[in-house]
């Protein structure tokens, strides 16, 4: 018994260093969140090369959850060409995409009305935006552009996804800070949500805590 309590007394005194030593070299991340919006933990559900740090989404009803900033860590600290890693990314957000597809064709989505009928044939309509996003999604973004906020130097890829009379917007962004690379998705089917979320991603700072 007494070898056994040892033990768990060494486990528990190198967990607190170890502790210590993670508090001490640990950066962290900082938004200005208003007060029509929620910041929580964000956790991917799947494998990826990313690891998930926290979710801002608006205060609202359904439509808010199809509205969304994430932030996450890109676990491998070495990436050779920013740009061609964000045009690589935009392959990864397809199933989110299909997804606000499906919410637009529900019976219960203001595009399943008959009167939409009439426009099923324009190339504005679902239908030509899911043949343009199998063929090429890039077709929808505009040039990466390299841009600056609170944090330093960030590359932005940034596209508007037409879904009928709606647009799915999509920014994608990558930025080197503190030897680390932070990747932002913003989603949302709402411009002025989109602004917002602008706003609050070009408060995203890095900081070491006391």
Same mark, same amino acid.
């Given at each position: 018994m !007494? @070898? %056994?309590? =040892?033990?768990? +007394?060494?486990h528990l005194i190198l967990f607190f260093l170890l502790f210590?030593?993670?508090?001490?070299?640990?950066?962290?991340?900082?938004?200005?969140i208003p007060d029509s919006f929620i910041e929580g933990p964000f956790i991917y559900s799947y494998e990826t090369n990313l690891k998930g740090i926290s979710r801002v989404t608006p205060v609202g009803d359904i439509f808010s959850n199809y509205s969304s900033l994430e932030l996450s860590? !890109? @676990? %491998?600290? =070495?990436?050779? +060409?920013?740009?061609?890693?964000?045009?690589?990314?935009?392959?990864?957000?397809?199933?989110?995409?299909?997804?606000?597809?499906?919410?637009?064709?529900?019976k219960d989505s203001p595009l399943s009305d008959p009167?939409?009928?009439?426009?099923?044939?324009?190339p504005i309509f679902v239908d030509d935006?899911?043949?343009q996003l199998a063929l090429n999604p890039l077709v929808f973004c505009k040039k990466i552009a390299s841009l600056y906020n609170k944090a330093g130097k960030f590359y932005?890829?940034?596209?508007?996804?037409?879904?009928?009379?709606?647009?799915?917007?999509?920014?994608?962004?990558?930025?080197?800070?503190?030897?680390?690379?932070?990747?932002?998705?913003?989603?949302?089917?709402n411009y002025n949500r989109l602004l917002d979320f602008l706003i609050i991603a070009d408060s995203f700072q890095i900081y070491k805590p006391n």
């Open positions: !007494v @070898k %056994s309590y =040892y033990l768990t +007394s060494n210590l030593s993670f508090v001490n070299n640990a950066l962290g991340q900082i938004y200005k860590l !890109v @676990k %491998s600290s =070495y990436i050779r +060409s920013p740009n061609e890693w964000l045009k690589d990314k935009i392959y990864d957000v397809l199933g989110e995409i299909a997804e606000t597809e499906r919410l637009l064709r529900n009167i939409f009928e009439q426009f099923k044939h324009l935006t899911m043949q932005e890829l940034n596209c508007t996804i037409p879904f009928g009379f709606f647009n799915n917007y999509l920014i994608l962004r990558l930025q080197n800070e503190k030897k680390n690379w932070y990747f932002t998705k913003i989603t949302t089917l």
